[in-house]
């Protein structure tokens, strides 16, 4: 183990200020001095260095709600977004147990986005060497930071919704012995990062808004979309802490797989992968709902660009710094996921005591080319089309929205068996034992196994 390069636990992800200090204090030095030194894999955390969660509260005169919706953000994470932290758990466990040698294998990164540039992030700090499979009509800020990391690509045909062309890629890989797949939509390192990590982040700043007045001290719903479904795995842990806590699945309207058994090709990048995933525990989802691609590009572009900006303020009264912090925060999953929180609200009822909390992915330097896309397709935003787009918040209907009665979930998880059984060579008897609440108790507790391996491993 002297040889391999090692990060920090479960534990020290969730609350880095049990780092030791002059590991922190050199992690954080370099955070901008030197992103690419492998001591950055201690900046993997939802907080900053003064251990501040990564937050904001959205402004209700753009949310038109009376609920809370709060977005933890993934743009100061290494690599940019919080899908770091999934590939580096799915990384560290393997390395713990043995399945993976930075001296013999080769690491392929199945993708459609933001876990891919994470793998070549995280991959190429640990010395190994990184293939990341994705779509070839991914925006190119992708493939350039995928490269700028070190790793090599495979581009597989289609869009963000066309994973089994990835899938027969991968199969295609598998088949030399020093290549090991890290498939993250089948891999429950990502679903341990979330559930721990992100999950029990979620439940300590609900005590953080409420001593600023923001909400009640709980949360009473989880909002993501799925791509992998690692993220919304946090739902599980705020359903341990409150027993009617709701969580809330997202998918684009353009390819709604469990709404409607639907397919199609979307461009809301990094969600709606056309299967139900492995590692997405949909018997504990209330509900599902569905959002639009445009709107959600068109919403982000409202929230970058300086025509958005200044109609926001003078016309809907948005705080400027409000304004400013939203510039930066925001890619197109994001503002899918605040569309879809206020759906949640508007749904479910909820009040001024109420907070829904989502999560802003990633930023708007992956999609800069989606944007210039979008002005040549529709025109220059003006202050007109500017104040069309707040509707786009402002005017959320309570369409495509389905609730997690006992029976949709169940056919929600019969969806598994085409992927993972016909496909992927799952067992019927691993697909039913997911029906269980203690299959993923049982997936939860290796989390303590986990680190106190790594913690051993420790020079």
């Not at 636990?9 to 690419?36: S, V």
Request: proline content about 4%; overall charge negative.
């Amino acid at each position: 183990m002297s040889n391999l390069i090692l990060g920090p636990t479960f534990e020290e992800m969730l609350h880095p200020d049990q780092i030791a200090p002059a590991i922190r204090a050199r992690a954080l030095e370099m955070k901008t001095k030197d992103p690419l030194d492998p001591i950055n894999l201690f900046n993997i955390t939802w907080r900053d260095g003064d251990n501040n969660i990564y937050y904001h509260v959205m402004p209700k005169e753009l949310t038109g709600v009376e609920a809370n919706i709060v977005v933890l953000y993934g743009k100061d994470f290494p690599s940019g977004s919080h899908k770091v932290g999934a590939a580096y758990s799915v990384l560290i466990e393997k390395q713990m147990f043995g399945e993976v040698d930075p001296s013999v294998h080769t690491l392929v990164w199945p993708s459609t986005g933001n876990y891919g540039i994470g793998g070549a992030w995280v991959g190429c700090r640990m010395n190994f060497d990184s293939v990341v499979v994705l779509p070839a009509e991914m925006s190119k800020e992708r493939f350039q930071q995928i490269e700028s990391y070190g790793a090599r690509i495979i581009k597989t045909p289609g869009s963000e919704s066309n994973v089994k062309e990835i899938y027969d890629e991968t199969h295609r890989l598998r088949q030399d012995p020093k290549v090991r797949i890290l498939n993250q939509f089948e891999v429950m390192g990502n679903y341990r990062f979330h559930y721990y990590v992100t999950g029990n982040t979620i439940v300590e700043l609900a005590e953080v808004l409420k001593q600023q007045g923001v909400g009640d001290g709980k949360v009473a719903a989880f909002v993501s979309a799925m791509g992998s479904a690692g993220t919304i795995a946090a739902g599980d842990r705020l359903k341990q802490v409150w027993h009617d806590h709701k969580i809330v699945g997202l998918e684009p309207i353009q390819c709604p797989t469990l709404f409607s058994n639907g397919y199609g090709s979307h461009d809301i990048q990094g969600i709606g992968d056309k299967h139900v995933t492995w590692i997405h525990n949909v018997m504990n989802m209330d509900a599902l709902m569905c959002i639009d691609d445009i709107e959600s590009k068109k919403g982000l572009q409202l929230l970058t660009e300086e025509a958005g900006w200044n109609t926001l303020v003078k016309r809907f009264g948005v705080p400027r710094a409000s304004v400013e912090k939203m510039a930066t925060i925001f890619g197109i999953s994001g503002v899918c996921n605040v569309l879809g929180a206020i759906k949640t609200a508007k749904f479910y009822g909820l009040g001024k005591n109420d907070v829904v909390v989502t999560i802003c992915t990633d930023a708007i330097d992956r999609y800069h080319s989606v944007m210039d896309d979008l002005t040549k397709r529709f025109g220059k935003m003006d202050e007109a089309e500017a104040t069309a787009r707040a509707h786009i918040f402002l005017d959320q209907k309570l369409d495509w929205i389905k609730e997690g009665t006992l029976e949709t979930r169940r056919q929600w998880h019969n969806l598994k068996y085409y992927t993972w059984v016909e496909q992927q060579g799952k067992t019927i008897e691993e697909l039913d034992a997911q029906r269980s609440p203690a299959w993923w108790e049982q997936e939860q507790a290796r989390i303590a196994e986990i680190d106190r391996a790594l913690l051993a491993a420790r020079p």
